[in-house]
């Protein structure tokens, strides 16, 4: 028997994807390319056109969409954008020459966006060559970190004559929250987004857009929304709003290239989102007309027979199947498009096929009219499947037949099995077995049975845990020693249950990382090479150490409420436990607690002496049991420092501001050291009522008030100081006394 294989590949890939061209017309363009091609052709590659054609040109883009939902830096410096959110759209279809010449080729500018207290805002746009308009400007205010509000030019920070809109207003459905700690952070609790509503900005007059009420400005109230300026419908073109700075500044921007909006919040205190904004310039920008004049293909021996027509040569001297690529490019360049791809063309070779096949001495094969009895080599010339001619070598050969005498050695408790039947001592066996080769063979089996045996033992041992003689339990991680006490053992392999490691030692020490129950195993052999194995099945049992674990809140205890919740978080949560928590007394000097979150508190409220450092202990145990009844008890430890800070303010009424570097500026101790009052403000007043000193926010002892800096003389002065933070609302009012030379 025979069989023939004939491989021959051709493989045609042409990659094309469609690009828009222009907003007038649709140009197309077909590729044909020959689809059989073996070593020493010729393909045709011919360009046609038509309605059916499988490139198409389609129309330009002239609105682009920058879907991004980002949190507006709320009035500070934030690591992703600043002190502003700033995201782009990028034109690329229009041509290089194009220029914005009138306000109108602007068709508008749309954000989806949200933000309480609008007045905060000020958004610009900015065109690829740097030019800009604003959208909407600010009321001017600002708090937090100050130089945010120093980036917008002075010129955008007041809302123009006229405006009558409360500072409260608000875009969309805003979450009127924020978080103190994280204000960049979307994900914190309190920066969470609300709804998004559509705000488009516009001058063309020609769409016939509806603008808002009142001189349809962003921030003037013209609305029936509860305090919130109403949003566009862009697709209805109704409620659009003029913008702050006309789209005149625009005129000689480029269209193509990257727009940019930005947006900046003056305020830290409310915060918003920005979830898409929508870019639309006047297709009208677009050419008219863009014919595909340029066609092209290049290439390793690419023959080009006229302006439509090309052929690609198959590679000289190639020996095997080879693949070409080759480049094609369509285009227009005086209008800006085209398109470059790749194709390949799979040349097969003539190919050169062996077929083998094998009959045992003494039989006979037939290939075609032919019997053949001998090793045999026939060649034909046969077309492949794409044309090619190909030579196949079919090859006959002859394998022999043997009669062969072999002898064996077993075990006692290893007999040998042979067509069904189990031999446990010496013998002879004449059998017709099937050669390698596959022809029938005599064989001469002689069975030899060795007389050799030894017993096999294992011994467990460990210094943590408890065990018998076939089973030992521990806490992970468990150390275990194993040792091989078998009778004429010459060699061994211990399986430990865990991990494929092997062990060939007799006496070694092995320890488990992981939970669970393990089997053990230990083979042997003795120097007769006879085999025998033990296995204790689920020996090893290692238990679970439990994880301690706590917190307690508040973080930073204060001085005016010295007491936390102890948090555990140990596990399993069904442990025992035990705590060791520093008392404020050095004479009592632990209480302890068996509970499992408790609560403790630090002498009396508002006394500074609790000041300090405390080291809380907890150890988490359980005992355990296998599933045999084994037990053993697991624990562990963590030990924690809780820090109680003085969070009293202290008011001083007498400043000697005489430059010997001690008392010389008004202080409120305790208010910038550990931040716990963010949001604080401050006024000073002469006798007269004269305010000579303000400041918003103080983060710094240099913030406070130095009587030299403002020319303040010796005299009487008065404080009135507001503040909020994690520890509640502070208020409070009070005299200082400023005396120099000595007084």
Known sequence: MF????HIIALIALVLTMLPLHSVGQRFVRVDIDTTACLGDTVRIRFSRGSDAEVQWRDATSRLINREKALIPDGIMCDTYGCSYRSTVEF?????????????????????????????????????????????????????????????????LHWIAGSNMPTHSNLGMPRVHYNVTNPCMP???????????NYCWSENTTHGYTYAAGD???????????????????????????????????????????????????????????????????????????????????????????????????????????????????????????????FSIHYSHRLITQIDTAICDGDTVRVGNLVL????????????????????????????????????????????????????????????????????????????LIDSTFGLRMRMETSDGLGSSTLISGCAPFELQLRDTSEYAAWRRWRLGDSDTVYTDSIFTHVYDSVGEYDLTLVAESLHGCRDSLTLPRAVRVLAYPKADFDWEPQYPGVHNPEVQFRNHSY??????????????????????????????????????????????????????????????????????????????????????????????????NLVDMGFFPMNEVWIFNRWGVQVFHAQNVERQEDFWDPNQTNSPDGTYYYRFSARGNYGIVKRNGTIEVVRGGK
């Open 92 to 156: 690329a279809d229009f041509a290089d020459t194009t220029r914005i010449r009138s306000a109108e080729q602007i068709d508008f500018v749309r954000i989806n966006m949200e933000h309480s207290w609008a007045g905060d805002l000020y958004i610009n746009l900015i065109c690829p060559n740097g030019q800009h308009a604003s959208l909407m400007r600010s009321d001017g205010r600002g708090s937090g970190t100050e130089y945010c509000v120093q980036s917008i030019s002075p010129s955008y």
């Open 216 to 342: 349809a400005l962003i921030y003037r109230i013209a609305n029936i929304h509860d305090n919130t300026v109403d949003s566009s419908d862009a697709a209805a073109g109704i409620n659009f709003y003029h913008p702050d700075e006309s789209f005149d500044s625009l005129i000689g921007c480029p269209a193509n290239g990257t727009w940019t909006i930005e947006v900046f919040d003056t305020w830290l205190g409310e915060n918003g989102y920005v979830f898409e904004w929508e870019m639309a310039l006047d297709t009208s920008l677009h050419p008219i007309e863009c014919e595909i004049t340029e066609l092209s293909v290049t290439g390793n021996r690419v023959i080009k027979a006229n302006d439509t027509l090309f052929y690609a040569c198959a590679p000289a001297g190639a020996t095997r199947d080879t693949t070409i690529a080759y480049a094609l490019h369509i285009g227009n360049t005086p209008c800006g498009f085209h398109k470059d791809s790749t």
């Open 373 to 448: 009895t001998r090793d045999t080599l026939i060649q034909k010339t046969v077309p492949s499947l794409h044309g090619c001619d190909s030579v196949v070598d079919i090859r006959v050969k002859v394998n022999p037949t043997y009669s062969i005498t072999d002898s064996s050695s077993f075990c006692p408790d290893q007999p040998i099995i042979y067509g069904g039947i189990t031999y446990g001592h010496s013998m002879s066996i004449d059998a017709m077995l099937r050669s390698a080769d596959g022809c029938d063979s005599m064989m001469h089996i002689r069975l030899q």
């Open 187 to 197: 994900t914190a609790d309190g920066n969470e987004a609300g709804t998004g509503w």
């Open 3 to 6: 069989g023939k294989r004939l």
């Open 572 to 669: 399993p949560s069904n442990c025992r436990f035990h705590w060791d928590i520093q008392s404020m007394s050095a004479a009592s000097g632990f209480d302890t607690s068996n509970a499992a979150n408790p609560h403790y508190r630090w002498g009396a409220d508002n006394n500074p002496a609790v000041v300090g450092d405390y080291d809380v202990s907890l150890i988490a145990y359980w005992t355990q049991l296998s599933s045999d009844g084994l037990a053993a008890m697991c624990a562990d430890t963590l030990q924690q420092t809780v820090s109680i800070v003085n969070t009293l303010l202290e008011f001083p009424n007498l400043v000697t501001p005489d430059g010997d570097g001690y008392n010389d500026t008004w202080v409120v101790k």
